[in-house]
């Protein structure tokens, strides 16, 4: 190989790792979360949200949401098409939204599901 060539292929790798823009990994399929079972629970419960892309290599957390409060909730169990979680011990008894966590490049991304979760109180 001549040595011209091989200083092109060396500055094409270099521009590609080192070019500040980057193609996003979610274009085709980002994470989604489709539904959640059971859709009430109680708190320290565990519930399982179904959906695509799921994994820890996408998503690092799960967080319920509602108008008046956040709660992290503990992720049990992660695979492509689900994530198990426990439901907080102390959420207010209100509506919840999953929001995911998605891992990116710099910092985390909050992608809000269109999805439901009903959290009643330790004694309803």
Do not use: C
């Not at 292929?9 to 059971?38: F, K, N, Q």
């Not at 999953?98 to 910092?107: F, Q, S, T």
């Amino acid at each position: 190989m001549r040595l011209d060539h091989a200083m092109q292929i060396v500055s094409l790798l270099a521009t590609a790792v080192l070019s500040p823009v980057s193609v996003d990994r979610y274009t085709r399929d980002p994470p989604r979360v489709d539904r959640v079972e059971p859709d009430v629970a109680k708190p320290n419960e565990i519930v399982t949200a179904f959906g695509s892309n799921l994994g820890r290599t996408y998503v690092v957390d799960l967080i319920l949401r509602s108008p008046d409060s956040d709660a992290l909730a503990h992720i049990v169990e992660q695979r492509d098409d689900r994530i198990r979680f426990r439901i907080p011990q102390f959420p207010a008894a209100s509506r919840y939204s999953i929001v995911l966590v998605i891992a990116d490049r710099w910092e985390p991304q909050l992608v809000d599901q269109q999805v439901f979760i009903t959290i009643l109180t330790e004694e309803a």
